[in-house]
């Protein structure tokens, strides 16, 4: 979607060189705003600059950044705000950190403090150096968190601990922020298709169908999809919107607690269960 809605906003997305921030930033430059992409690796960044350009002319700068350190982190919020002021902070970098997939017993102590300092230390940088920026003027501070904040993940126990933390977070920093003008929103993505994603699925096609299978729209996102939600977060339309958490994410946080089809088709018939259900939850 194409709008004017962002025209002469100045955003920042960290991360937004890669995967989701792709999509994110794509969004923001396609209402106007000009984006600062940052990231760990210049080349990466550079790459995705050059083919934003494509489309978006001169809306799109780099900076590098590492969110763990706060000196980098405030340094991208200054290339940002271009000597203005910076608008709208995606803080979108993070990651499972060294840990990866793994079963609680086998997460050590350095896994923790590695997903923790990257996934709550560095979110909570972002959001510390944008609304230090802000203060004053207002602005609209998105996190992206993950559906994996919403309830247990076997294997990814660290990891949705730290996007758990996150969310609460970022309802705390709205609570304080709001007297300054700075709505501090996050958003929820489910399953959305990346490099890192794709490695991850490869050969695990059962894995992946399990997922599908406990998604009620039946299907993974896109980067695209999460960058809407993101615009919304940051642009005019959401001006009453903070502390908020915005699931994105095809309905997979919706809880399956019990499924009672067997008892109902007792009740009613196979026929009518089958015509009615649906077939992914007929199926359980």
């Known amino acids: 979607m194409t709008t004017e809605e962002l025209n002469g ?14 999509g994110i930033t794509e969004c923001l430059l396609s209402r ?21 350009a494509k489309r978006h002319g001169d809306r799109i ?21 271009d000597g203005v002021g910076v608008d709208i902070v995606v803080a979108n970098a993070g990651g499972s950190g060294s840990g990866g997939l793994a079963p609680f017993l086998l997460l050590d102590q350095e896994a923790w403090l590695d997903v923790c300092r990257l996934n709550i230390v560095g979110t909570a940088n972002t959001i510390r150096e944008a609304a230090l920026d802000m203060r004053g003027r207002g602005g609209a501070i998105v996190v992206i968190s993950s559906a994996g904040s919403a309830g247990p993940e076997p294997c990814f ?11 609460m977070l970022v309802q705390n920093a709205a609570q304080e ?24 699925w490869d050969g695990n096609e059962d894995q992946y169908a399990h997922i599908l299978k406990n998604t009620p729209l039946g299907r993974t996102g896109t980067a695209i999809e999460v960058g809407e939600a993101v615009s919304f977060l940051s642009g005019p339309h959401s001006e009453w919107v903070t502390g908020q958490i915005f ?38």
């Open 61 to 81: 700068r780099v900076a590098s950044c590492d969110i763990t350190d706060e000196k980098s982190v405030a340094e991208a919020v200054r290339i940002a705000g």
């Open 9 to 22: 906003k100045r955003a920042l997305v960290t991360g937004g060189g890669t995967g989701i921030g792709v």
């Open 157 to 167: 126990s660290h990891y949705s601990a730290s996007k758990a933390a996150v969310d």
């Open 32 to 52: 106007g705003a000009t984006v600062t992409i940052a990231g760990r690796r210049r080349d990466v960044l550079d790459s995705a600059a050059e083919d934003f």
């Open 247 to 284: 699931a994105v994410d095809g309905g997979l946080t919706i809880p399956l607690v019990a499924n009672l089809q067997g008892l109902a088709r007792k009740i009613h018939g196979d026929e009518a269960i089958d015509a009615n259900l649906g077939p992914r939850l007929a199926s359980f």
């Open 177 to 200: 922020l709001g007297d300054f003008g700075i709505r501090v929103n996050a958003v929820q993505p489910g399953v959305v298709p990346s490099e890192i994603a794709a490695e991850a």
